[in-house]
């Protein structure tokens, strides 16, 4: 399937595009990376490509996919998940069958259709196969008949299913008001992404160096087509967010120069730097925060340098807020210690660490010997991050690095000040970290933490969060406190909502191909997960048919 040449890691970072396509990058770029995608989301444990065959994708899906195992706990909702442990066991996004009002309520009902047909051809064995062999066509296409965005009856239909599932709009009006219409259900805002792609060459992937000769005529054509484009269409992204929201930003988006510096692990080019700047001072001024994704380990040790760089501009604020997160990818066996590394040098340099949790969604890309053995480690990774860092405390897979020499102890042990986004479908950690900070445990309130999802995926898990109950007696507790010393009483109404965030993808419909085709393979991927969210979606149809003829549900 590769050439003879090609190493075994050039092998694992091409999974992501087609297989002529996959042969000369790899040659091409050894150890870089291969697919060039601005948002692959990585907010869970899952494959996005596979070019090994069956027997390769079986097994990696027996390690770190839903399977169908004990549902300890169908009985839980939000309410009452503090009885949870802090770590491990298995783990599942069953909601609980308990009486009450129904959480996904708070959905419109063309919502609840739309993810009901959605989750219906995502978890059918006959229906997806067919479906996922149409979008492939459709997202790589140069054929205008097969575009969508040049074929108006082919961008209709689009626009009203898969589209409408995941993507926010194809201009600034649309994108506004999917977002105000999230605000309106009860969500705390949204995670933005700009959708359109770099798409390069085979002849452009095997001479990126030639891109980096800064003042050279293929250096300033990538300026021109590439970075410029990326950093408008970003900026624009940022100026669509409201203050509190985030931005999602994918390096390897602006093309190759990232790619080439990234792969080197060297600083950004003048010209991008200058970009990144740019989009980082106007969030700052908007109130808006970035999340620099996470991408194929071969390019994580130079997106380490440049987040940790950014953030040391960026997230020294007198309020212990956060402009700049990373992303923390659960799945690998180096993220402990490599977020510990990054504590200690925020706690030691003085700025706030902002951190993005996910599980990760390079399974397929990334060497298999860094990732963790079974999907139950990478769910106690996970959960025992997650519990340190709203506990602010060295505890569980966080430790503080050695001290180095000629530095005080003390100085290496502080932990300090952190943004946190929980961005996971999986049920049971929202549980736990929704537990953790309403039992008064949590040393960070609801005002530094974020839960995310992808929008049109989990929204059992989301909804559940936003219809509450939202009381928390920690922040209740605080806040009588204050309230009763200026001789009030208001404090004892307090209530308090956990920060719930839906990801989405803005652009043209023919832009958004390539990620609604990766959201397509992640609800293949995670087949109980996918098949919860059509139960879900079910019930809730049937409850509001019973509400017309007043049947009680």
């Not at 390690?63 to 004990?70: A, E, G, L, Y």
């Not at 109130?287 to 950014?310: K, M, S």
């Not at 290496?412 to 970290?433: C, I, Q, W, Y």
């Amino acid at each position: 399937m590769f050439p003879t040449s090609t190493s075994p890691a050039s092998r694992q970072l091409v999974c992501n595009i087609g297989h002529a396509r996959a042969r000369s990058i790899a040659s091409a770029l050894g150890p870089a990376v291969a697919s060039i995608s601005r948002h692959h989301v990585s907010h869970s444990t899952l494959m996005v490509g596979r070019i090994n065959g069956v027997g390769r994708t079986y097994a990696t899906r027996l390690i770190h996919s839903s399977t169908n195992r004990p549902k300890p706990t169908d009985h839980l909702t939000i309410d009452n998940a503090s009885s949870l442990p802090a770590t491990g066991g298995p783990q599942s996004n069953e909601m609980p069958k308990t009486p009450g009002p129904s959480p996904l309520a708070v959905l419109p009902l063309t919502n609840v259709l739309r993810s009901w047909m959605t989750t219906t051809v995502s978890s059918s064995p006959f229906l997806l196969p067919p479906s996922l062999a149409v979008m492939s066509v459709l997202a790589h296409t140069t054929n205008p008949v097969l575009n969508p965005d040049r074929n108006p009856l082919l961008r209709a239909f689009l626009k009203k299913t898969f589209y409408a599932q995941f993507c926010a709009g194809e201009n600034p009006a649309e994108v506004r008001q999917t977002i105000d219409s999230l605000k309106q259900i009860g969500f705390s805002g949204v995670i933005l992404g700009y959708a359109r792609e770099v798409v390069l060459t085979d002849s452009e992937t095997k001479d990126l160096a030639s891109c980096a000769a800064e003042g050279g005529a293929a250096a300033e054509e990538c300026i021109r087509t590439e970075i410029n484009p990326w950093a408008e269409g970003t900026m624009e992204t940022v100026r669509l967010a409201s203050p509190g929201d985030f931005v999602a930003l994918k390096f390897t988006g602006a093309g190759r120069q990232a790619l080439y510096s990234l792969s080197k692990q060297l600083p950004p080019s003048e010209a991008l730097g200058s970009a990144i700047d740019g989009i980082c001072n106007l969030a700052a001024e908007r109130g808006v925060r970035l999340l620099f994704d996470a991408e194929q380990n071969a390019l994580q040790p130079g997106i380490d340098d440049w987040t940790l760089d950014y953030m040391r501009r960026y997230n020294k604020t007198s309020t212990g807020n956060a402009v700049v997160y990373g992303t923390y990818q659960a799945y690998l066996k180096s993220t402990p210690a490599t977020l510990s590394k990054h504590l200690a040098i925020a706690a030691s340099e003085g700025f706030t660490l902002g951190v993005k949790l996910v599980r990760g969604a390079y399974l397929g890309a990334d060497p298999r010997h860094l990732i963790c053995d079974t999907k139950a480690d990478t769910d106690g990774q996970y959960d025992g991050i997650a519990e340190a860092l709203l506990r602010k405390t060295w505890s569980g897979p966080l430790q503080p690095p050695a001290p180095q020499s000629g530095s005080a102890e003390k100085e290496m042990t502080n932990f300090p000040d952190v943004g946190v986004v929980l961005a996971t479908h999986n049920r049971e950690s929202v549980l736990k970290g929704k537990a953790l900070l309403d039992s008064g445990v949590a040393k960070l309130g609801y005002e530094q933490v974020a839960f995310a999802q992808l929008q049109g995926m989990a929204d059992e898990v989301s909804c559940e969060l936003v219809a509450g109950p939202h009381e928390s007696p920690k922040e209740m507790e605080i806040a009588a406190e204050k309230e009763s010393a200026k001789g009030s009483e208001k404090g004892s109404e307090m209530v308090n909502k956990p920060q719930v965030y839906k990801y989405l993808v803005w652009g043209s419909t023919g832009e958004c191909m390539k990620y609604l085709l990766r959201r397509a393979y992640e609800n293949r991927d995670a087949v109980q997960r996918t098949r919860s969210g059509r139960e879900a979606m079910g019930r809730e149809v049937r409850r509001r048919v019973k509400g017309l003829f007043g049947v009680s549900s």
